[in-house]
């Protein structure tokens, strides 16, 4: 998702140097942090557009805008084929319509955890602006109530990108046994608003929510974030009794999607963490249960997007979210 429009406001600009990962940070997400510092050091990563220092500056650069609602519907990636294809029935539900429904759950050690996926904006928001502009309610203040998200420079959505890997999440938790929701399956003409996406993961009584994106940020930015709830007391929004689940959930996520994918925490915010607290985020500002946003990638930066694009690696960046949601279930 690019930072600009709902529930992603940029956050406050800076510099840093990105380095090996401190033993702070190592205490922070134990293991696999600590091994991403071990294999950057010795260039194993191949991310080598990510050691200068840069500019945190969140939003689309100039010369690559992030699509607005406007833009025509765009194509499907190069490696979309390689993977579970996100389904293209037309919407037809109404846009109050409940999570999307989930296979049956089998048997493992997930069984009895419920898991709401929440796919990143939907494929049909382009064509309903004005629904997808009004206000709604997010405790702190109001927002619109979603955005067409992002996209590669090819032309490779967000939208689409978002719902392959909650497809590939779905398969890989529900073989453990956890019975999982989609909160939208592009089985509606847009939506939901970010309103009802945390009322979704409220009403399922959800162990675990974790909302699935690709941000929109400048070229040379590149690796993920996963991005936690900070304590919020305003209005319709109250987080304080999911602030520290949810930091545990995303610190998993982030040590487990580094081991899956081999890529780095972000260079531009985060300060190399791969974490980024936020009390601007309606789905996480509404949400009653444990739940974290995480930025798999920059569409706009030609590297990450060669990966975004990726079949193989959007399986790899599947499991390793799916790995870390496992091991916060299972504690």
Not at 92 to 114: C, R
Not at 178 to 184: F, H, I, M, P, S
Not at 285 to 293: A, C, E, G, I, Y
Request: with cysteine.
């Amino acid at each position: 998702m690019s930072y600009t429009g709902p529930d992603f406001d940029p956050p406050p600009s800076r510099r840093f140097r990105r380095g090996p990962l401190t033993v702070a940070l190592a205490a922070l997400v134990p293991g696999a942090l600590l091994g991403w510092a071990v294999y950057a050091a010795v260039g194993g990563s191949g991310d080598d557009g990510g050691d200068a220092s840069t500019s945190a500056g969140a939003s689309a650069s100039a010369s690559s805008p992030a699509p607005s609602s406007a833009d025509a519907s765009p194509p499907d990636g190069p490696d979309e084929s390689d993977g579970k294809k996100p389904s293209t029935s037309p919407g037809s539900a109404s846009a109050s319509s409940s999570a999307s429904a989930s296979a049956p759950a089998g048997t493992g050690p997930l069984k009895g955890k419920v898991v709401v996926i929440d796919p990143g904006h939907n494929p049909g928001n382009f064509r309903h602006t004005a629904e997808i502009n009004r206000q709604v309610d997010i405790g702190t203040n109001s927002k619109e109530c979603d955005t067409t998200g992002t996209s590669t420079n090819d032309g490779f959505s967000e939208a689409k990108f978002t719902l392959d890997v909650a497809h590939r999440m779905r398969a890989l938790l529900e073989e453990q046994g956890a019975t999982v929701k989609l909160t939208q399956d592009d089985d509606r003409p847009f939506g939901p608003c970010i309103d009802e996406r945390a009322r979704i993961g409220n009403k399922a009584k959800a162990d675990a929510v974790v909302s699935i994106h690709a941000d929109g940020s400048g070229t040379g930015n590149r690796g993920f974030h996963v991005i936690l709830p900070g304590p919020v007391n305003s209005g319709a929004a109250d987080t304080r009794a999911i602030v520290e689940p949810s930091r545990e959930l995303g610190e998993r996520i982030a040590g487990n999607f580094v081991r899956a994918t081999g890529d780095g925490p972000s260079n531009y915010v985060g300060g190399g963490t791969g974490l980024v607290t936020r009390k601007d985020l309606g789905g996480l500002n509404l949400s009653t249960v444990p739940k974290v946003f995480i930025e798999c990638g920059n569409m706009r930066d030609s590297k990450d997007a060669a990966l975004l694009t990726s079949g193989a690696w959007r399986q790899k960046a599947a499991r390793g979210i799916s790995e870390g949601i496992a091991s916060f279930l299972r504690g």
